[in-house]
């Protein structure tokens, strides 16, 4: 049987690890935090503004991770081209997560996937709950309003070739909430692709709901304190005793 | 010992010489003719599409050099993922297109005829069809990393390791003389994985 995966995401600003914390920037985590052998997967994302930092500083984070790391490895963050996409798998990354580069231009999720396959293209979806009860897209970090649909744009992507859709809801980000479950469900039921989800997981609990109720087939935690020391295997656990099947 | 990891531009290098050199190895990534050659093991990753993968080793003039290392000087070879892939005879992803042909077995779109998700990622139990040196210490239901489209149907039943499952029973794993290949990815697969690669390098 497939296992249902547990995925670390992980954000760097010039290669440093970066958290906020009551909105105040906390630098003093180290990878040493992140326990690589019980985690499923890795997500490492640079979210580095252009002109405030070097790109070479989250190459190094990448090829880190690579060396040191025997699970799989997806980076991202301000993937425009496909030269990107190859200077970060030559670093160590198995899979590339894009978002704005693919907003603004759908055909390149199709460049992508010819060329390194399906299975290596990750299509990142921010989106935000309307008043009207809709979800929007939004791309640029979600400063950008798109028009867009969420099932629209999901079902777009799975269309011109994404492997898999990491479905973000900006609403709950930070929140520690719990995951958005109508808008993981609705994406869920819309493809046929795996859908990751992520935002706003403040509790073993809702890592289960992402699966029972949110439909999806890996569920995303940012949050610094659920990757420490032995939380991963406690979360797994947690999940086994609550009916998921995970790699334990 | 030379273990030589094969560049033909497609695929995790990095993921896997890194795995080799955890074991105490010193792997090189190459795609010099002399330096396959005199390898002592050879590793044959690979992530994309067959297509591509085919064109960039002809167009390296690779062909003949593996046919020379792994069909005549039988140097043990393990293809990982599209790298095993493209040791079958024929493949239909994105078409029709010949493999290198060592192994008699077509690589066909996983076709579930189930509701289930399309690529097959993430982890997932083998089963051992038989004992092999590649899997010595590693028992069934272990779990490997997986992520792909397509598979590799062999015709020799012989030659079939371990299979999975995800809505119908594939190759996981296969071996005909020097010849390895998994669908899976050791090298992501965590302790396991080593385990699995540590085999090969030391066993197989």
């Known amino acids: 049987m497939l296992k249902n995966r547990l995925i670390t995401v992980l954000t760097f600003n010039d290669g440093v690890l970066f958290r906020t914390r009551n909105f105040i920037p906390d630098y003093r985590y180290t990878l040493n935090f992140v326990d690589a052998w019980s985690i499923d997967e890795i997500v490492v994302l640079d979210i580095t503004r252009f002109g405030q930092g070097s790109k070479d500083h989250f190459f190094t984070v990448v090829s880190d991770f690579a060396r040191n790391c025997f699970v799989p490895l997806a980076a991202g963050g301000g993937v425009r081209t496909i030269n990107d996409f190859k200077r970060l798998l030559r670093f160590g990354a198995d899979k590339i997560i894009i978002n704005s580069e693919a907003l603004r231009r759908p055909e390149f999720i199709r460049e992508a996937a010819m060329q390194f396959g399906s299975q290596c293209v990750v299509v990142s979806i921010d989106a935000r709950r309307m008043p009207s009860g809709d979800y929007e897209v939004f791309s640029e970090f979600g400063n950008k309003a798109t028009g867009l649909d969420v099932v629209t744009w999901a079902r777009k992507a799975q269309a011109s070739g994404a492997g898999e859709i990491m479905l973000t809801s900006i609403d709950r980000d930070g929140t520690l909430e719990g995951y958005d479950n109508y808008l993981n469900r609705i994406v869920s039921e819309a493809i046929d692709i795996p859908v990751l989800v992520s935002g706003g997981v403040g509790k073993w609990q809702d890592f289960v709901d992402g699966f029972k109720l949110g439909k999806a087939q890996a569920v995303c935690t940012t949050n610094i304190y659920h990757f420490t020391e032995t939380s991963i295997r406690s979360a797994k656990q947690f999940l086994a005793h609550s009916g998921i099947d995970v790699r334990v | ?204």
């Open chain 2, 1 to 204: 010992m030379k273990v030589a990891i094969v560049d033909y531009g497609l695929g995790n290098l990095r993921s896997v010489s890194g795995a080799v050199s955890k074991l105490g190895y010193l792997p090189f990534e190459t795609h010099d003719k002399e330096e396959i050659l005199s390898a002592d093991k050879l590793i044959l990753p690979g992530v994309g599409a067959f297509g591509d993968g085919m064109k960039n080793l002809h167009s390296l003039g690779l062909i003949e050099c593996l046919n020379q290392s792994v069909l005549e000087k039988k140097t043990p070879i393990l293809g990982i993922c599209l790298g095993s892939q493209l040791m079958a005879k024929i493949s239909y992803e994105f078409g029709k297109h010949e493999g290198l042909g060592w192994i008699n077995a077509s690589v066909k779109k996983l076709n579930s005829g189930t509701n289930l998700r399309i690529p097959h990622v993430g982890w997932n139990g083998i089963v051992l069809i038989k004992e092999d040196p590649l899997f010595t210490g590693i028992l069934s239901n272990e779990l490997f990393y997986f992520v792909h489209s397509f598979h590799v149907c062999c015709e020799e039943k012989q030659a079939i390791v371990a299979e999975c499952e995800y809505g119908i029973q594939f190759t996981a794993a296969f071996h005909k003389d020097n010849i390895f290949g998994t669908q899976f990815h050791p090298e992501k697969s965590q302790s396991i994985g080593l385990k699995l690669l540590n085999n090969f390098l030391s066993l197989c």
